[in-house]
Structure formats: C-alpha cells, structure tokens
C-alpha cells in the first residue's frame, strides 16, 4: 500500500502546550502505595520515594502530574495528609474500597514531583466537601506566609509555598459513582462559586472544570453546555476523560476508536464557542483532556474483587499488564491531540504507576516499563513544536465507530528551535506495509533522517519483570532523503518515529 503525505512549513496548526504530555497519580490501589512511596525499598530516598521509580518518571518526561484523584479526591480530607506522619489518621476511601494511611500527602507528594521533576496539578474535593476546604488547601498550598493555612503549612517543614498554578474543580462530577455526584447545574454553580473563591485569592490560578467522564455519558454534551453556561467567565479548561477498550478482540475496530476521540473533542470545541458567543464572554476556554489510556485487561475482574474484598490497603487494582497493540493505540491517541492542539491543551495519561499506567514495580523489586512506555515517551520529548497539518492521501477502512478510517494514521511537528521535524506514525493495517512518500515543503534542507520503530509479530506481546524488552524500539534503515521528499515504508501494524534533521 502506497501514502502520499505533504506538508508545509505555513500548515501550522496550533503551538503544542507541552502539558499535553501530562500524567495522571491517585491514591488507588498501589499507585502511591508500593509505586511511588515504598520507605523500605532498596532504592527508597530520605523520604521514602522509590529513586527507581523517579528515574522511569523522568526518562518519560511528563511536564505535569494531576494528584491526588480521580474518585478518591471525592471523600478526601486534604488535612488528613499533613503533619506529622505518625499522627495521620488512617480512613476509608469510599470510591476504592480500600483504607487510606495518609502517609503520603501534599509535603510528600511535592518533594516527589520536584525529583521527578514534573509540576503538581491538584485537585479539590466537590463531592463530599466544597469551596471552604477548597480555599483553605488553596492557601496551604500558595501563601507566602502570615495566615492560619500558610504558617501550618511552615510549621510542617516547608517554608516556601509551592505556587501550583492547575487546579481541578473535583473529579467526574457528572458520574452517578462519583461520592457527592451532582446535577449539572449544582455542580456548575458550585463549580464557578468555588472558582470565584479560588480567584479572589489569586486571578492567575489555573482553573479546570469538569467535563464528561465519557461521550457516552447520557448527559453528554448538555452537561459541557449546562456547566460552562454557569462557569466560563472563572474557568480555562474543561476537563474530559475517555478510556479504551478491546474487550471484543477487534484491532481495526479498536484502532479507529481515536476517530471517536477526535468527534468528543470537536464537539466540546463547539459547545465552547457556543456558550462563548452566548455569553458574549472576551476569555477563552480550552480542553484539559486529564485523564485517558488503555483500561479494559483488568477492569472488570476488579470490579467484582472489590465487592468482597474489605477495606484492604493498597491493594493491587486496575493493573493493567499493556501489549503491543496497546502501542498502537496510545500512538493514535497522542496524534490525535497533536492534531488538536489548537483545543487540547492539557492532556494526562491516566494513570502513571502500576494502576493503569506505563510503568509497573513489584514491592520490594524491580520497576519497569509497560509497553506504552515507548510511544508516550517519543511524544513527549519530541512531540513538542508547532503541531503541522499534514494532507494524507492513503487507503481507509470502515469501521462502526467510524466510516474512512485512514490506514496510516499520522502527526507531524516542527520545532524550529531545534531544526527538526518529527513524525509519529502508526500503520492500522495487519498485512500491508505502507510505502510513504512525503513532500516536506517550505522547511529549507532536509539533512537528515532517522527512523525509530516498534513492532512485534504478537498484538499480544507484553513486557514483564522477568522479560521487561521484549516490545521495546529500534532504530532502523531505509528511511531516504531527496532533496526534501521523503521514502520511508512502515511495517504492517506498527509505529515508527521519523525524525529529520533541517
Ligand atoms: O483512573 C481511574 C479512575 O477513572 C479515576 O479515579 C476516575 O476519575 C475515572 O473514572
């Protein structure tokens, strides 16, 4: 099979935020717990944290780290994780099942994130509580000093405020599971009332109101439009979440899933204009797409596990063991917000350790990286430039999700700073190689090429403790410049990173 893809220097889309490669930690099963926070590993810091985990952390490059949930923010005391860790109460989190020892809190979490070196982007509880504890974790965390929150926070050993800039309003609020669900319109309220708060504080903060946790909620889209009609004078985001699934066994079926993706964002793109120009509104609101992945290997066998397993503390959840397949699909995922850039401008991977995430430790051993590892690290350290518009001529597919599926599904950025253009490219067909000719115009000389792959002959190839390289990339041949045309051919089901040197 044959592609013909042109571009052109002028063909820019939007500049990428480079917080669209954020992460995702919640206090859930053993992401903390055993992941992050592990006092007697062999690799553990003066504070507990697993040296080895950070190392995995910051070779991914994840600009910014939304804590601490997710559901578990729902029922949180953010006061329970302060002080001395010796007096901290232990509690049931409602939305787990599980018991919480509060041994890590915001001091902890903070020191990690400044090792993994990675920006803290948390969240308040609007389920069980409100805009009082909202404001308060606000001052604990960003005065100087001289205020009751401030100087506790002194107190408990950090002298500096952390000055975190994102700020979720609560989790999920439109889900029937979220403990303190609401109504779009008690929510919006209770969202733009705590936002006007926040923003009394500090007119500069952040601010990102929930979204749908799916576009198959049945209040999608009505719950965007119901919440922004309240909020989008306080707010800069609106979250949404979306995770993947192949419980059918169909790879073209679930490879055209980020087709799916693309429409949820347009049409949040259009309920934001459209409450914009109803508002008649001067600011503008983007997308924080904070929470997304692969979630389907273990979902629902955790699910019945948790109704008979007590109270239990970190207990091992929603772990998903990623295949090669899964590759794919987090390739077509991060295309699909490189092409939206323009919207998306914050973006986590849900989750980062052992729950859902791409990298995996064992208590007391090794950590290592899943499978999907590869494709979020690629596009975080050199997904980050003006995303390009790219025209693809390839054959296409039907699919039910979507008609027109391109086999080749593909990004492009150009960062100009570093003379570069790098492509992420992702081959949906299972026989054909694709044979790409691409005519790069307006960039000046194209120097030099190199060509990155993932393939394994197994969809089903998963990376383990004891065989932790068996999907991992490789540098290969055959990738060819003339003049400023490309020749590059990408295996059947594949992902390549081709990367040009100006
Ligand atoms: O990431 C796992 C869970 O998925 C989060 O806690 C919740 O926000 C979502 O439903």
Not at 188 to 206: V, W
Request: hydrophobic share 35%.
């Amino acid at each position: 099979m044959r592609a013909r893809v042109t571009t052109h220097a002028r063909f820019a889309i939007a500049e990428i935020d480079k917080r669209v490669y954020g992460s995702f930690l919640e206090h859930l099963g053993r992401a903390v717990y055993t992941g992050i926070y592990e006092p007697g590993h062999p690799t553990a810091d003066k504070n507990g944290m697993r040296r080895d985990v950070i190392d995995l952390v910051r070779d991914l490059d994840t600009p910014v780290c939304r804590y601490p949930g997710g559901n578990f923010v729902s029922a949180y005391n953010w006061e329970d994780g302060i002080g001395p860790q010796s007096e901290r109460p232990t509690r049931l989190d409602l939305a787990w099942h599980t018991s919480e020892s509060n041994q890590v809190g915001i001091h902890e979490f903070a020191e990690w994130a400044k090792s993994a070196n990675t920006e803290m982007m948390l969240a308040v509880n609007l389920g069980s509580r409100g805009l009082d504890s909202a404001r308060n974790f606000v001052e604990y965390v960003n005065h100087p000093g001289g205020s009751y929150w401030s100087d506790l926070r002194k107190k408990n050993g950090r002298n500096d405020p952390w000055d975190v800039r994102l700020w979720c309003l609560g989790n999920e609020m439109d889900g029937p599971w979220q403990v303190g669900h609401k109504s779009a319109a008690e929510y919006g309220h209770l969202a733009n009332e705590t936002a006007k708060a926040m923003r009394a504080f500090d007119d500069k903060l952040e601010l990102i109101v929930c979204g749908s946790s799916h576009s198959e909620m049945p209040s999608f889209p009505q719950w965007e439009a119901t919440v922004l009609e309240q909020s989008y004078e306080q707010v800069d985001y609106i979250s949404l979440h979306m995770y993947f699934e192949n419980y059918e066994k169909n790879t073209a079926e679930y490879l055209a899933l980020s087709e799916k993706l693309d429409r949820y964002i347009g049409t949040v793109g259009g309920v934001i204009d459209y409450v914009k120009a109803k508002k008649r509104a001067k600011n503008d609101v983007k997308i924080s797409f904070d929470e997304w992945n692969v979630w389907y290997h273990e979902r629902k066998q955790d699910t019945e596990r948790m109704k008979e397993w007590g109270w239990p503390h970190a207990p091992a959840l929603l772990e998903d063991i990623y295949n090669f397949e899964d590759v794919l699909q987090v390739g077509c995922i991060l295309n699909t917000f490189i092409r939206r850039s323009d919207l998306v401008h914050i973006a986590c991977i849900a989750q980062l350790v052992n729950v859902i995430a791409p990298i995996m430790t064992a208590p007391g051993g090794a950590a290592w990286k899943q499978t999907i590892y590869y494709p979020f690290q690629f596009a975080s350290r050199h997904g980050r430039g003006t995303a390009l518009r790219l025209d693809v001529d390839c054959a296409t597919y039907n699919a039910d999700v979507a008609s027109n599926v391109s086999y080749l599904d593909i990004a492009g950025v150009h960062d100009a700073d570093a003379g570069t253009l790098t492509f992420f490219a992702i081959n949906r067909h299972g026989e054909e190689p694709i044979e790409i000719s691409m005519a790069l115009e307006g960039f000046g000389t194209a120097k030099s090429v190199e060509h990155t792959l993932i393939k394994h002959d197994d969809l089903d190839a998963k990376n383990t403790e004891d065989n932790p390289d068996n999907v991992k990339p490789e540098a290969v041949s055959g990738a060819r410049l003339d003049g400023n045309s490309l020749s590059v051919t990408v295996p059947a089901y594949s992902y390549s990173m081709i990367r040009i040197q100006l």
